[in-house]
């Protein structure tokens, strides 16, 4: 009896380090892709062409300096061990990150059921982001620093507000944080001024004035945000897109409403975690049809539920991104509108969450770049509030394990008729059993969660064996000695389970690659097809 009780109090615990280690397990296999052939021969030159580097990249390049430069470091030499080891540690972290701000644990500690759950759930949820987003700013080194690293600050100054506003202080560390956050890259710079603008509400909420610390707050994440947008490099960069800045701002916003509107509701895209946003809220909504009568919930379901079909669906084309976007849309802002009232009534921060999510987006319509490493942010935002939904109401819960189960097993019909009637069967028991069926729940979404993980292993340890070959292949070329030799590659075996490689003709990363296997820039390279 007594290990039962002890699981039934840990087995959070148990999930969370199985997931770390899926994820160590699949960042042991990742490589030097795109960008980190660059940052990764920093060193090779000795520290004063390293220093010369970063000098000349924040002058000419963009103004992201700072996390460039972790990049490097972790990166000096060519090895990718310190990397691996500090990815990993990143995931965990904005995953922990994620289940104590949803389960509100600055408020109520991390001994509650809430936590549990919302652990657990966060787990899936960040399994679920999807592999065009993953491989662009998770499973490869440098996209890695630009775009998971910042949220993971931006999360953790968030959190330390929240634990200052608990202790009606404001902590030494959250205008050292403020900078660094509004310092690494656009999109979390302009979170971070958002989430220290958001601490000014609180207190006036409170009807408490704001301490000598969150002046200084402020001023940090200003001058944080000063350093980034107005770097020399974000000027000469501006001259790699002369077509994009030739056109008014008009004519930018509508060339990118397209992009924008399939990122935000694509499957590959947000689309994922906004169903299971849309889940929660129809949880909530049947919830108050049931304890308060509140028969008008039938709208929010509808409208919810059918944004969350048509998510799933994932029609291709403008006018499918389009009917999506506004359906989408049209759900958020109920929800918005709802959280909002929960704000002012019990201090619900989701509403805070699905707005910056959606904002941080928006930003996006003026910029000449768009794609998954871009989304991940706005992703990872939704989040707290997701899990707030899961924590809140049981049938929120059900209805997430039921997006899940569907949306991870789409186009496979078999695992989607035995998780339509295997979660039939729970909801039937949560009527006789609650602990056996919360037990089943987070068992479907645990299995979903490793699944997904799993696939993410397969996939980059299937490269990473080529990936072996190819190195040694080098190595034995540069034996050989003769540099007139033709050296002979292979393309790697999974072409999704991977970022940029030379092969994808980008002169620029051709060469790099070169200097970053330190090869002479003469020699002849070809790729093969696997066997």
Request: charged share 15%; proline share 2%; glycine share 6%.
């Amino acid at each position: 009896m007594k290990f039962f009780g002890f699981a039934r109090r840990n087995y959070h615990i148990a999930v969370f380090t199985l997931f770390v280690a899926f994820v160590a397990v699949t960042m042991s296999f990742t490589v030097a892709y795109g960008d980190d052939y660059y940052y990764g021969s920093f060193f090779y030159e000795g520290f004063s062409h390293f220093a010369d580097e970063n000098i000349i990249h924040y002058m000419k390049t963009n103004g992201r300096a700072l996390v460039h430069l972790l990049d490097e470091l972790l990166l000096a030499g060519g090895q990718m061990v310190a990397w691996r080891i500090f990815g990993t540690l990143c995931i965990a972290a904005v995953t922990l990150l994620s289940a104590l701000i949803g389960a509100k644990a600055y408020r109520n500690g991390t001994d509650t059921e809430e936590f549990r759950i919302a652990l657990v759930a966060s787990c899936l949820l960040f399994a679920s982001i999807s592999l065009d987003i993953a491989r662009q700013s998770i499973y490869w080194a440098t996209g890695a620093l630009n775009y998971l690293y910042p949220i993971l600050l931006l999360l953790l100054l968030f959190y330390l507000i929240k634990c200052s506003e608990e202790k009606g202080k404001c902590g030494a560390a959250v205008p050292v944080l403020a900078f660094f956050c509004a310092f690494s890259t656009e999109q979390c710079s302009a979170g971070a001024i958002a989430v220290v603008a958001y601490a000014f509400i609180l207190r006036l909420k409170a009807k408490k004035k704001p301490d000598a610390a969150m002046y200084f707050a402020a001023f940090s994440v200003a001058l944080g945000a000063a350093f980034l947008f107005f770097a020399p490099g974000n000027s000469v960069r501006m001259t790699y897109y002369p077509d994009f800045y030739a056109k008014s701002l008009a004519e930018r916003i509508a060339g990118n409403i397209p992009a924008v509107a399939n990122g935000m509701t694509g499957k590959s895209g947000m689309g994922t975690a906004l169903v299971f946003l849309f889940a929660c809220h129809i949880g909530m909504s049947f919830y108050k049809i049931k304890e308060k009568r509140e028969i008008r919930r039938i709208i929010p379901i509808a409208l919810c539920a059918a944004s969350a079909a048509l998510i799933a669906i994932d029609g291709e084309g403008t006018a499918s991104g389009a009917i999506r976007a506004a359906f989408a849309l049209a759900a958020l802002a109920e929800i918005v509108a709802e959280k909002t009232v929960a704000f002012f009534r019990d201090g619900d921060d989701s509403a805070f969450f699905i707005l910056l999510s959606v904002a941080l987006q928006a930003c996006m319509l003026v910029s000449p770049e768009y794609g998954g490493r871009t989304i991940l942010v706005s992703v990872v935002l939704l989040f707290p509030a997701i899990l707030d939904g899961i924590c809140k109401r049981k049938v929120s819960l059900i209805l997430t394990a039921v997006a899940a189960a569907f949306l991870f097993s789409y186009g496979h019909f078999v695992l989607a008729a035995i998780s339509v009637f295997a979660l039939a069967a729970v909801i039937f028991a949560l009527v006789k059993k609650k602990e056996a069926s919360l037990a089943f729940l987070l068992g479907v979404l645990c299995a979903l969660c490793f699944d997904s993980m799993l696939s993410f292993a397969c996939g980059y340890g299937e490269n990473y064996a080529v990936h072996r070959e190819n190195a040694a292949r080098i190595e034995q070329w540069k034996a050989a000695g003769d540099e007139t030799a033709l050296l002979h590659l292979k393309y790697l075996k999974n072409g999704e389970y991977k970022y940029i490689m030379p092969y994808d003709n980008v002169p620029y990363h051709w060469n790099w690659y070169k200097a970053y296997n330190r090869l002479p820039l003469s020699v002849e390279m070809t790729f093969d097809f696997p066997d």
